[in-house]
T-cell receptor, first 113, second 114 residues
Framework: EAGVVQSPRYKIIEKKQPVAFWCNPISGHNTLYWYLQNLGQGPELLIRYENEEAVDDSQLPKDRFSAERLKGVDSTLKIQPAELGDSAVYLC???????????FGQGTRLTVV | AQKVTQAQTEISVVEKEDVTLDCVYETRDTTYYLFWYKQPPSGELVFLIRRNSFDEQNEISGRYSWNFQKSTSSFNFTITASQVVDSAVYFCALSEAGYSTLTFGKGTMLLVSP
């Protein structure tokens, strides 16, 4: 069974440019998460979806970050415009529902220069 | 508010040594879940174990074992006879009842040398 797939694995952009990350969760998983992991830190939740509904986006910086999960499957996380401080690893995870363990993708490492 | 503390930033051992990774948590809920994840250099977080707050039985899986003690709010992870392939960052995490969102500790980097 395929795991959580994220792309791209690495992205380097100049500040003020837009960037988007894509996530394909495990088939049949209704809950999808985007986490942010800064260097030397544990992941922190950005947004959680139950099917296509964002049920927890309290930590998402809405002035520059946006996310969508059309049809309750794939998801895209966007940053516009990117800032130097956005350099981090963006992790996507999915779980069967909101009560079971989450499985993570390999992440997208973003470097903003 | 919930919090997870992993006081050990980095641990270095020689292969075949036993090593214990500490995890202390804080939560106001009586029902919660505790997790351990492994993050190898490839970056993917690998799920290791999930325990609920009502199950304090220790668990053993091969060379891995977990000790859950509610009295001290700890959920420690022991690797017996460590191997080089165990080298990774290990994260302890907590979720409260009814919510799968995880609160992670800062992680412990384990280096196992031959």
């Amino acid at each position: 069974e395929a795991g959580v797939v994220q792309s791209p694995r690495y992205k380097i952009i100049e500040k003020k440019q837009p960037v988007a990350f894509w996530c394909n969760p495990i088939s049949g998983h209704n809950t999808l998460y985007w986490y942010l992991q800064n260097l030397g830190q544990g992941p922190e939740l950005l947004i959680r979806y139950e099917n296509e509904e964002a049920v927890d986006d309290s930590q998402l910086p809405k002035d520059r970050f946006s996310a969508e999960r059309l049809k309750g499957v794939d998801s895209t996380l966007k940053i516009q415009p990117a800032e130097l401080g956005d350099s981090a690893v963006y992790l996507c995870a999915s779980s069967l529902d909101g009560y079971t363990e989450a499985f993570f993708g390999q992440g997208t490492r973003l470097t903003v220069v | 508010a919930q919090k997870v503390t992993q006081a050990q930033t980095e641990i270095s051992v020689v292969e075949k040594e036993d090593v214990t990774l500490d995890c202390v948590y804080e939560t106001r809920d009586t029902t919660y879940y505790l997790f351990w994840y492994k993050q190898p250099p490839s970056g993917e977080l690998v799920f290791l174990i999930r325990r609920n707050s009502f199950d304090e039985q220790n668990e053993i899986s091969g060379r891995y074992s977990w000790n859950f003690q509610k009295s001290t709010s700890s959920f420690n992870f022991t690797i017996t006879a460590s191997q080089v392939v165990d080298s990774a960052v290990y994260f302890c995490a907590l979720s409260e009842a009814g919510y799968s969102t995880l609160t992670f500790g800062k992680g412990t980097m384990l280096l196992v040398s031959p």
